[in-house]
């Protein structure tokens, strides 16, 4: 390779042909355009006549030049120039490449692949040997490493996918060093890793190895495209706190974590933000508790990983606990029987303490009753019945007497154990049974049993005893009454009776009850183990169950990291829901450290050897079809003659693109001119076209422009208009008045609108034209508590709109082609609202606004084949309701109030079969 300081030739023999020029030159001032004949019959006129007619003896001199720099530019081309930055170097080793395919690569996966690309091809130009390895595993087999061309690294680059687990770089560590081994990965190789930017306990050991293979450079991701992950939400008393973790802290950052819910709906939506150097952040989400447990997932906008979703299962639901509480409670809290109840509860539900009066206004779903709280009242049994569910600790009274809340029948008096009456020592607590809510959950071989109640013989059947003692005896028992529960707990719900209050098995025995105020059942499959129902993908979408995924034993699933036999996702164990998320409690997001043994660091923006080959023969190519255009010009085989000065302004036109920089817009300085009407707009003023103003955003105005034009279809096949295609509108710059109906989405950030803007649609509105606005934000509404659209205020506040009103069931829009009396679009629900008194209006008793968040266009869009392109809340029912109201919008734009008039009134009543 020939060098000329940092500007390099792959191919520098070819620099030869430079030499030829000067013959070229020559070959060319020595070859004159062919004479042009011409055949003039009255020749004798001419005899004697002057001849200063001259044939050039050469080309012109700046057509050879041309030509010249043509060939040169091939030459140059043909001679594979590369410049190289003065801080890199150029490579003759063989290349490894090391990804990481882990879920903290997803982020910037298509900058890495790109990279990657990059580092094939500059190997390739160099005819160097190439080998790709990945550190995440993939749950099946992986190719042999092992260095190979460069068509074998596309291949194998082109099979790659981020994983949704973490990389495993210890493993990668070992697969390289048993090729480096074995003598498949021989000699210096140039060493890049493609790293995610997330350290590990084993990315040291990796960095070793790969430094023992030559130079490491490690590339990574910058702050903006660093990956994100959300950790788990702590319940708050008034909502949540969520929180998320990063590893590039060199910037400030902003992000957002929308609440969903399982339908998919937006619930809630806060900002978080970064500090310098902070790598958490965090904020509180206030909602009701009704709106919290509605929560199926939690979502980071913006980012696309597995741990930029965070799943949330039963154990997130914090149904309403009522304490039934007496005033003696309040004085020695330590004392009392609720305090260990409490505790416990505290953390996985909403608890409300009071009598029992006053819970069950509250509308709770568990009751929880002491034995010294114990109530006989009828409404107790009627609470169970209806589907809620009473959770009930023993003590002296209940054993001295028992009643009809009770699961299994009980032996009057208690159980003593370790008295000088007894000759039992006290019981602990024996595994659970697989058929109990609690199975899997270890039994605490601390906790000791010194009295409980005892059930009568028979009636502690094995469907009902969800927890024993060593001896075989109850110590919890449970009974489905109508669509509710009963569970007792034999012993009390303070240390009297037994240590488990004290235990660490108590608050997650109670919170495995919390699942029954949801409607589940309680029994769970046999063998004990968690099984994948939907997996998280690398994009964080839940897909179905990879093949490699297993079943996760109980005992084990809360401290189960994600892995291609345990992917993220939602577990069922029977009835039971549970979430594996990326994120776990000891999870930390560190930036990989700089003294990682002999690495040097880069970034995916960093300098580059760019080669210019590609460029130089596309140039080249350009400049011969415009040397072929001159040519034929300057024949005269154009319809338009060119001479010398005209070929050589035409040759300086066609050059300026290649050679003069591109201008920045808003550098020009612009004046006014005068708004002509495109042909598009004439068009619209000839034919029946409905508009659709641009927002700016790409999807929105796709989005309306497929909407406009299925209802387009749907109005030509089911009525006689035939309208046009739908045009796009610009407020600022087009003509409004040529389209009957405008449609107009209006985005959150939407800007007032210019003076100019506001006169064209009043003016418009004036001269009877009709406008829906659509937030297109129904399922989402609810986040703005009441307060207005405001992006829909901006724009109405530009606009003289009168006061408006709900749509009333005689609106004519309820009548001007279907009968209507709902009015959705892919959402439902909100209200729609119009003009609350059009007969005050200059438009002969018609509205001129029509306002509304159902997203009218993507109910009404279709895509090529005829079908719908989005799903639809409601169904297919919903979406035909949605075109018969698009139809209807269409017949009021273009008729106004005719169906008011009186002389439709039978026609309709027929209708209505009266």
């Known amino acids: 390779m020939f060098a000329l300081g940092p500007l390099s030739f792959g191919a520098p023999l070819a620099l030869a042909g430079l030499v030829a020029l000067p013959v070229l030159w020559l070959l060319l001032r020595a070859t004159p355009p062919a004479p042009k004949r011409a055949i003039f019959p009255p020749l004798r006129l001419l005899l004697g006549a002057p001849d200063d007619a001259e044939t050039p003896q050469h080309a ?5 030049l041309f030509r010249l720099l043509i060939a040169a530019l091939i030459i140059i081309a043909l001679a594979r120039p590369v410049w190289t930055p003065p801080n890199v170097e150029e490579e003759t080793r063989p290349a490894l490449i090391v990804m990481d395919t882990g879920w903290a690569s997803a982020a910037a996966w298509n900058d890495m692949r790109q990279e990657a690309e990059r580092l094939i091809g500059d190997a390739e130009r160099d005819g160097r040997a190439v080998a790709l390895v990945t550190t995440a595993p993939t749950g099946q087999a992986l190719p042999a490493l092992r260095l190979g061309n460069a068509d074998e690294a596309r291949r194998r ?12 770089r210890a493993a990668t560590a070992e697969r390289i060093g048993t090729a480096r081994s074995n003598g498949t990965l021989d000699g210096a190789m140039a060493v890049t890793w493609l790293s995610d930017g997330v350290d590990s306990r084993d990315a040291a050991e990796l960095a070793r190895m790969l430094d023992g293979l030559g130079d490491l450079t490690v590339i990574e991701p910058d702050a903006g495209r660093a990956p994100l992950a959300l950790a788990a939400p702590e319940p708050a008393a008034d909502g949540l706190t969520v929180s998320v973790l990063r590893a590039g802290r060199d910037f400030p950052r902003t992000v957002a974590v929308t609440a969903l819910g399982s339908d998919g709906r937006a619930i809630a939506r806060r900002d978080l933000s970064f500090d310098a150097g902070a790598g958490l952040a965090s904020a509180d989400i206030a909602l009701p508790l009704d709106l919290r447990n509605r929560i199926a997932s939690l979502r980071l906008d913006g980012t696309t990983s597995a741990a930029s979703v965070r799943l949330l ?23 009392s029987d609720l305090h260990y109840v409490r505790s416990a509860l505290g953390p996985h539900a909403q608890l409300i303490n009071g009598d029992l009066d006053a819970l069950l206004a509250e509308d709770i779903s568990v009751l929880v009753m002491t034995d010294n709280a114990r109530s006989d009242d009828v409404r107790i049994a009627d609470f169970v019945n209806e589907g809620g569910v009473l959770i009930r600790f023993a003590g002296p009274r209940l054993a001295a007497q028992g009643d009809d809340l009770l699961p299994v029948i009980l032996r009057e008096g208690g159980r003593l154990f370790g008295g000088s009456l007894n000759w039992d020592e ?11 809510p609690f199975a899997g959950l270890p039994a605490d071989s601390t906790a000791t049993i010194d009295r409980q109640v005892l059930a009568q013989p028979g009636s502690a059947t094995p469907d009902r005893v969800w927890a024993r003692l060593e001896d075989g005896t109850p110590l919890v028992t449970a009974e489905r009454r109508a669509r509710g529960w009963i569970v007792l707990f034999h012993v009390t719900a303070s240390p009297d009776w037994s240590d488990l209050p004290l235990s660490g098995l108590f608050p997650r025995m109670l ?12 029994s769970v499959p046999g063998n004990g183990a968690w099984v994948l129902d939907r997996a998280l993908d690398a994009s964080g979408q839940l897909v179905a169950a990879p093949v490699s995924a297993r079943p996760v034993p109980a005992t084990n699933f809360d401290t189960t990291p994600a892995s291609p036999v345990a992917p993220p996702g939602l577990y069922r164990l029977g009835s039971a829901a549970s979430a594996l998320n990326i994120v776990g409690p000891d999870t930390r997001m560190d930036p990989l450290p700089r003294d990682l043994p002999g690495a040097s660091f880069a970034g995916l923006d960093g300098p580059r050897a760019r080669h210019f080959d590609a460029l130089l023969l596309a140039a080249a190519l350009i400049m011969l079809t415009l040397d072929v255009v001159i040519a034929l010009g300057l024949a005269g085989r154009l319809p338009v003659r060119l001479g010398g000065a005209t070929a050589a302004a035409v040759l300086a036109l066609g050059l300026s693109p290649l050679m003069t920089p591109a201008a920045d817009a808003q550098d020009a300085p612009s004046s006014p001119q005068r708004v002509e009407l495109s042909d598009e707009m004439m068009q619209a003023a000839l034919t029946l076209r409905f508009g659709y103003v641009t927002t700016g955003d790409t999807t929105i105005d796709n989005r309306s422009r497929a909407g406009l034009t299925g209802l387009s279809q749907e109005i030509f096949r089911r009525s006689a208009m035939e309208p046009e295609p739908p045009l796009a509108v610009n407020v600022n710059t087009d003509e409004l008045i040529f389209f009957p109906l405008l449609y107009w989405p209006v985005t959150r950030d939407a800007a007032p609108l210019s003076d100019a803007a506001s006169r064209r649609v009043a003016a418009y509105l004036a001269a009877g034209g009709l406008i829906v606005f659509d937030t297109q934000d129904a399922d989402i509404a609810m986040l703005r508590a009441g307060a207005p659209h405001p992006g829909l205020v901006n724009v109405l506040d530009s606009i003289d709109v009168p006061a408006l009103s ?13 009968l209507l009396q709902e009015f959705p679009g892919r959402y439902s629900g909100s209200p729609v609202w119009v003009e609350a008194n059009p007969d005050g209006a200059s438009r002969d008793g018609t509205s001129g606004v029509i306002i509304g968040s159902h997203d009218w266009a993507t109910a009404w869009s279709r895509g090529e084949g005829g079908g719908a392109t989005a799903p639809i809340d409601g169904g297919e029912r919903q979406r035909e309701l949605a075109i018969r109201f698009g139809v209807n919008i269409a017949m009021y734009a273009l008729t106004g109030n005719y169906k008011a008039d009186q002389v439709h009134v039978p026609d309709i009543l027929e209708r209505l079969g009266q």
């Open 313 to 335: 299962g039963d154990q997130w639901q914090r149904p309403r606990v009522g304490l039934i509480t007496l005033e003696s409670d309040e004085g020695q809290p330590l004392l």
């Open 511 to 522: 919170q495995r009850l919390m699942g029954l105020a949801q409607g589940g059942t309680a």
């Open 157 to 168: 680059l082109d099979s790659i996918e981020p994983q949704p687990w973490p990389a495993d």
């Open 426 to 436: 006290p019981q602990r607590i024996a595994a659970f049974p697989d058929t109990s």
């Open 806 to 818: 709900q749509i009333p069931g005689d609106h004519v829009l309820t009548r001007a082609f279907y």
């Open 60 to 64: 012109p001199w700046w057509l050879i």
